[in-house]
């Protein structure tokens, strides 16, 4: 089988695409031959070294495939039945604790970055079936993370206000969970191009912090005055634009770093008004089944950037580095 690994030092020019022999499926295992995987900001800082993992680390958290072997004992799929991979293997259900969260694909146990994977068959759910194998490819770590956010935590109703940042992964998504849920989006973004783009998959207002450097005042006003009642923080480090946002006893879902700066938080906000931050990775399998479910059911469609092959998975971090992409970077395999 081929894979593509993490070298050493890790750096994006010492990826390995290496040839490694497939061992059939034990008891409880499954052979899956992955079709389809996509890029996570995670993904990218095992890749360059800010994550540290072993060399020979079978890289991506996300996985789409068909059944190929069934070991001894499985009995959740058949041969031939789509699969999608989970990010943490050992969090079925319930309240995440470090036995749950200690293991991520790609990271601390291989990942998907392989034509052939055995992983237990709980580590595995049904991909939807209103979707390619490159769409649902995407919603293991990044949909996961909006859907847990607005929906698990969040308990997101109709008419509440949400307010998402940029135009990656886990903000599209949020954007598409919030409208399924009759929620009012409000999104920022650094160009006209995007906004456009943001509008035209549900977003109700789009601030362009470029021109807008206080978007927290200007989206609290679109509410008038309320201020919203759920932040998706993707960005991190000054944290005083989306806290003025937020609502008296709202709450702010701190999801990703991607400003790798430390947190800065105006205290006076978060105590006086109540207002919570929640912090959060991705989600559980029992939350993976409830959101795949909820796929079909409404018809989402994820939003596709670019497709690289896995051998040009360097390439393809790259594209993720520049920040041009929106929606998901999606790798064939």
């Given amino acids: 089988?081929?894979?593509?690994?993490?070298?050493?030092?890790?750096?994006?020019?010492?990826?390995?695409?290496?040839?490694?022999?497939?061992?059939?499926?034990?008891?409880?295992?499954?052979?899956?031959?992955?079709?389809?995987?996509?890029?996570n900001f995670h993904d990218y800082l095992v890749a360059v070294g800010l994550i540290p993992a072993a060399p020979g680390r079978v890289l991506l958290s996300d996985g789409v495939g068909e059944v190929v072997e069934c070991g001894p004992d499985a009995t959740a799929f058949k041969v031939g039945d789509r699969v999608m991979g989970t990010f943490f293997p050992d969090w079925p259900d319930g309240h995440p604790d470090e036995r749950h969260t200690a293991r991520m694909r790609g990271d601390h146990v291989d990942g998907f970055a392989s034509d052939y994977v055995v992983m237990r068959e709980t580590d595995f759910t049904p991909a939807p079936r209103n979707l390619t194998d490159a769409e649902a490819a995407t919603l293991p770590c990044a949909g996961l993370t909006a859907w847990r956010a607005l929906v698990v935590e969040g308990g997101i109703k109709p008419g509440d206000n949400v307010l998402v940042e940029g135009s990656g992964g886990v903000s599209v998504f949020a954007i598409q969970f919030a409208k399924a849920a009759g929620a009012t989006v409000i999104a920022t973004t650094s160009t006209d191009e995007k906004a456009a783009r943001l509008q035209a998959i549900g977003a109700d207002h789009v601030i362009n912090y470029t021109t807008i450097p206080k978007w927290g005042a200007a989206a609290r006003?679109?509410?008038?005055?309320?201020?919203?009642?759920?932040?998706?923080?993707?960005?991190?480090?000054?944290?005083?634009?989306?806290?003025?946002?937020?609502?008296?006893?709202?709450?702010l879902y701190l999801v990703g770093a991607l400003s790798r700066q430390p947190i800065e938080f105006p205290t006076a906000l978060g105590i006086h008004g109540n207002r919570r931050i929640i912090g959060l990775t991705v989600g559980?399998?029992?939350?993976?089944?409830?959101?795949?479910?909820?796929?079909?059911?409404?018809?989402?469609?994820?939003?596709?950037?670019?497709?690289?092959?896995?051998?040009?998975?360097?390439?393809a971090f790259r594209h993720q580095e520049a920040k041009a992409h929106f929606g998901k970077i999606s790798i064939s395999i």
């Fill in 284 to 315: 559980s399998r029992k939350h993976q089944l409830d959101m795949v479910r909820a796929v079909e059911a409404n018809a989402i469609r994820p939003v596709l950037d670019r497709t690289f092959p896995l051998a040009e998975l360097g390439d």
């Fill in 1 to 39: 089988m081929k894979a593509m690994v993490l070298g050493g030092p890790a750096t994006l020019a010492n990826l390995g695409y290496v040839n490694r022999d497939a061992r059939a499926p034990g008891p409880g295992e499954i052979l899956v031959r992955v079709r389809a995987s996509s890029l």
């Fill in 221 to 251: 006003n679109i509410t008038g005055g309320r201020g919203v009642d759920h932040v998706v923080e993707v960005v991190g480090g000054d944290l005083s634009q989306p806290m003025q946002a937020l609502r008296v006893g709202g709450a």
